[in-house]
C-alpha cells in the first residue's frame, strides 16, 4: 500500500509509536491524516506538526469508534487504511482483579472489533481497504509478569489472523506490528521490564519507518526486531523447549 493521497486514521496518536507513524506518514504526503486519542492536547501537538487533524476518542467504547469513523468520512471521504495502534499494559497475574482484565480486553482487543464491524462491511463492498493492527511481540510470545498483556495480545493476533483470512479475498488488507520493545512512555513506566526490554529497545522513529516498509509490502507480520521471527519459528519449532527457556528467562530476570 502506497500512502499518498490515502485516508489514513492512528488510534492512540499522541505519543510514542502511534506519533511516530503520523511523523513518518506525514512525509509520504496521505491524502488526510486523522489523529485520535483520549488526551486530545497530546494528539493535537502531534497534529499540528503533520497537517493532521486530531479527535478526542475513548476506543474501547463502541460508540467513540462510530463517531469517529463517521467523522472521517464526513470530511475527508472513505477510510482507506485505519492504524489500531491504542493500547494500554501494566504486569499482572490470575491474582489481577477482573476490572483490570476487562480495561485491557476492551481497549487491546474490543477497540479493534469495533472499529472493524463499523468498516469491514464497506470495504469489502468496494473491493478495498487495509487494517493495521498494533500487537508487539507479546501476541507472538509472551510477556513475562504480564498475563492479561499477553493475553490480550495474543487475542489482538488471532483476530487479525481471522480478518485476514475471512475477508483477504474480498479486497481487506491486514497487517500487525509487533515490536519487542520500544522506547516510549509506556516503556518508561514499565520498570519492571526495563531491564529486559531497554537493551534492544528501538526509537518510535525506526518502528515507524518498519511500518510504512510493511505497507508498501503488505506483509502481514511487521517485525522491527529480526529476531522475533526466530524467537516465533523457535516456539512453533518445539513449544516445550521453548517454553522450559521462557521459564530460565524468567527465573534469571525476576528471581523470586
Avoid at 46 to 67: F, H, I
Avoid at 203 to 228: K, Q, S
Avoid at 241 to 247: A, D, H, V
Wanted: with cysteine; glycine share 8%.
Amino acid at each position: 500500500m502506497e500512502l499518498r493521497d490515502k485516508v489514513v486514521v492512528i488510534t492512540g496518536a499522541g505519543s510514542g509509536i502511534g506519533a511516530a507513524m503520523a511523523r513518518r506518514f506525514s512525509r509520504e504526503r496521505p491524502g488526510a491524516l486523522v489523529l485520535a486519542d483520549l488526551n486530545l492536547g497530546a494528539a493535537t501537538e502531534v497534529a499540528d506538526d503533520t497537517d493532521a487533524v486530531a479527535l478526542e476518542v475513548d476506543v474501547a467504547r463502541p460508540e467513540d469508534n462510530n463517531r469517529l469513523i463517521d467523522e472521517v468520512e464526513e470530511l475527508f471521504g472513505p477510510v482507506d487504511l485505519f492504524c489500531a495502534n491504542a493500547g494500554i499494559g501494566f504486569v499482572g497475574d490470575e491474582q489481577t482483579p477482573p476490572e483490570e482484565w476487562d480495561r485491557m480486553w476492551q481497549v487491546n482487543v474490543m477497540s479493534h472489533i469495533h472499529a472493524a464491524r463499523r468498516l469491514v462491511p464497506s470495504w469489502t463492498a468496494r473491493g478495498d481497504g487495509y487494517f493495521l493492527a498494533t500487537v508487539s511481540a507479546a501476541g507472538l510470545l509472551t510477556n513475562l509478569k504480564a498475563a492479561q498483556y499477553s493475553v490480550t495480545k495474543h487475542a489482538a493476533l488471532a483476530f487479525a489472523e481471522w480478518l485476514a483470512i475471512t475477508h483477504g479475498d474480498r479486497g481487506v488488507k491486514v497487517s500487525c506490528l509487533c515490536p519487542m520493545g520500544v522506547k516510549t512512555p509506556f516503556l518508561d513506566s514499565a520498570t519492571e521490564f526495563q531491564d529486559l526490554l531497554l537493551p534492544h529497545a528501538l526509537d518510535p522513529d525506526t518502528v515507524a519507518d518498519a511500518v510504512v516498509a510493511g505497507l508498501a509490502g503488505e506483509r502481514f507480520l511487521i517485525l522491527p526486531h529480526p529476531e522475533v521471527e526466530q524467537f516465533f519459528q523457535n516456539k512453533a519449532n518445539d513449544y516445550d523447549r521453548w517454553l522450559e527457556g521462557m521459564r530460565r528467562l524468567q527465573r534469571s530476570v525476576f528471581p523470586s
